[in-house]
């Protein structure tokens, strides 16, 4: 293994292995723009699914959700294949982040796949139901889907916080890239608020998938009205993501506030018969809508799901408050 100087010190050279991962993220990058056309495809198709002895529509999506799903594979395609460059590069903005968003992904995959375990035996009755009546469905195949989100979920985002994190891989990026960034000038929890809210900031993009409805505290918002609360959530996210950034106490204090009532709300006034309402408004057949409210799954499980949700994200704000101190930064 090479050794490079800095400042006096050896460190062991990780560019072969910054260039490894940043193909990775590049690789994933291209998955999500296979996603988008995918989308494009189910867009144009036409024709029945056959499902057991009975056909089933299939319609074209609509437009806005067409664009808005398109949007979203983009920005993910677009976010993992810029880090994968400014990894292969060694960039220390490209080393933070990614270490960042590998962090982000291992607490939702973990999440993701408590959830999985609470929700096992639903998700069994569904697959078999699902196999209409014919031949037991084997362990090997119920077990499948559990093991492609531990892959991709735990295992990728595992790794590259354990590569990310290494005292080697820093000092190699500080080599390769000794000018500061900006990355640099706030801790890495402070970051991740940021980061957060800014995705908050795209919340009107929600819209045109969504048909124009909004649905918030249980009830379903259309028109004008969802569109006014969209923005006023984006415009909260930004000024947040502002106050943050600048070491604010009134920023986190009015995240705090805003993603837990949100988080509250949404434990509390949640309806599964809302949820077919929204699918309902949004144009989706009869026939769809009843196998979504099938697979879709209980309130016994989803209230559980949620609030471990809602208390994971109250100890990561706890654990931010720490790094408030003195006056705001300017």
């Not at 469905?137 to 989100?149: D, G, K, Q």
């Not at 009107?204 to 048909?211: A, C, F, K, Q, T």
């Not at 697979?295 to 706890?318: E, K, R, V, W, Y």
Request: glycine share 10%; charged share 10%.
């Amino acid at each position: 293994m090479t050794t490079a100087p800095t400042a006096g010190a050896t460190f062991k050279d990780r560019t072969v292995w910054l260039i490894l991962f940043g193909l990775l993220e590049i690789f994933g990058g291209l998955l999500f723009l296979l996603g988008m056309a995918f989308m494009v495809f189910l867009s144009t198709a036409s024709g029945p699914w056959t499902e057991g002895t009975a056909a089933v529509s299939s319609p074209a999506l609509k437009p806005g959700m067409l664009v808005g799903a398109s949007l979203m594979y983009g920005s993910f395609a677009a976010i993992l294949m810029t880090l994968g460059v400014g990894s292969i590069l060694g960039r220390r903005w490209a080393r933070t982040l990614s270490l960042l968003m590998g962090w982000m992904a291992l607490v939702g995959g973990a999440l993701g796949t408590a959830a999985m375990f609470m929700t096992w035996p639903h998700m069994t009755r569904t697959m078999e139901r699902a196999a209409g009546g014919g031949p037991e469905v084997p362990s090997a195949i119920l077990l499948l889907p559990l093991a492609i989100v531990c892959f991709f979920m735990i295992m990728i985002p595992a790794a590259i916080v354990l590569f990310y994190r290494s005292a080697n891989v820093r000092a190699t990026c500080e080599w390769k890239d000794p000018k500061p960034r900006w990355t640099d000038s706030r801790p890495l929890p402070i970051l991740a608020l940021v980061l957060m809210l800014t995705w908050g900031v795209l919340t009107p993009l929600y819209l045109p998938m969504s048909g124009g409805l909004f649905l918030i505290y249980g009830v379903l918002l259309k028109g004008a009205v969802a569109l006014f609360a969209a923005v006023a959530m984006a415009a909260a996210s930004a000024w947040c993501a502002w106050r943050i950034w600048q070491l604010d106490v009134r920023g986190w204090w009015a995240a705090l506030i805003f993603w837990l009532g949100l988080g509250a709300g949404g434990v509390l006034a949640f309806d599964p018969d809302k949820q077919r309402l929204l699918y309902e408004e949004m144009g989706i057949p009869p026939e769809q809508v009843e196998l979504l409210a099938e697979q879709a799954l209980p309130m016994s499980a989803m209230i559980p799901i949620m609030t471990l949700g809602l208390l994971a994200l109250l100890a990561f704000f706890l654990y931010c408050k720490q790094f408030f101190t003195g006056a705001p930064e300017a």
